[in-house]
């Protein structure tokens, strides 16, 4: 199970951080990344953090976005910064466990004045 939290609304230019909590063990084993959905569009990888703490990032946020994880509190984060209207999304965690894939619930973003 996956719980995000720390959606909200923010005007342009400002910051939030997400959090996804999972249950189970062996999270430090698990990749672990952030998905967006904007409105009528696809959902798309944001970023990705591997068992061994390496990251990739979507061109669209590079350099404005981290993503961290903490095992000993089997969480990952996605910090976000000078954050744009287009960032407006529903962002999902997402789980690899061993090749079983599992998914938040998602938390709304929007960014607007």
């Known amino acids: 199970q996956l719980q995000a939290s720390g959606g909200g609304l923010v005007p342009p230019g400002g910051s939030l951080r997400l959090s996804c909590a999972a249950s189970?063990?062996?999270?430090?084993?698990?990749?672990m990344s952030w998905y967006r959905q904007a409105p009528g569009k696809q959902r798309d990888l944001v970023a990705v953090i591997t068992s061994g703490g390496s990251t990739n990032y979507a061109d669209s946020v590079k350099d404005r976005f981290t993503i961290s994880r903490n095992n000993a509190k089997n969480t990952v984060y996605l910090q976000m910064n000078s954050l744009k209207p287009e960032d407006t999304a529903v962002y999902y965690c997402?789980?690899?466990?061993?090749?079983?894939?599992?998914w938040g619930h998602g938390t709304l973003v929007t960014v607007s004045s």
């Open positions: 189970g063990s062996l999270f430090s084993d698990n990749a």
């Open positions: 997402r789980r690899n466990q061993l090749g079983n894939i599992y």
